[in-house]
Nanobody, 125 residues
Framework: QVQLVESGGGSVQGGGSLRLSCAASGYTVGTSCMGWFRQAPGKEREGVATISSSSYEGTTYAASVKGRFTISQDNAKNTLYLQMNYLKPEDTAMYYC?????????????????WGQGTQVTVSS
């Protein structure tokens, strides 16, 4: 049974930083696609960053967060992270961690089959 548990969300002023964590159980981080996604009220869910087990594919970021956010993983802790710097009010959303054990390719576009419950990030101006 795959379980993903996010933590680290909160309220921060614009320009601040947060680090989100996604602790996995029943699944080994680093063996396939994982990603962070977010959904703001009244908007569709969107991709934020993904990471592949394939060194060829590596990491992918949404244009809106590139240069500000960094996705990483700690295999020893079986945890995925999202370091978010220079936060903006438009980053306010529920952030979700996702994993797809079926493949380590095409991580940005594939339909993820395991999701966490989400952690709220609120950025004030």
């Amino acid at each position: 049974q795959v379980q993903l548990v996010e933590s680290g969300g909160g309220s921060v002023q614009g320009g601040g930083s947060l680090r989100l964590s996604c602790a996995a159980s029943g699944y080994t981080v680093g063996t396939s696609c994982m990603g962070w996604f977010r959904q703001a009220p009244g908007k569709e869910r969107e991709g934020v960053a993904t990471i592949s087990s394939s060194s060829y594919e590596g990491t992918t970021y949404a244009a809106s967060v590139k240069g500000r956010f960094t996705i990483s993983q700690d295999n020893a802790k079986n945890t995925l992270y999202l370091q978010m710097n220079y936060l903006k009010p438009e980053d306010t959303a529920m952030y979700y961690c996702a994993a797809d054990p079926r493949s380590g390719r095409y991580c940005w576009t594939r339909p993820y089959n395991y999701w966490g419950q989400g952690t709220q990030v609120t950025v004030s101006s």
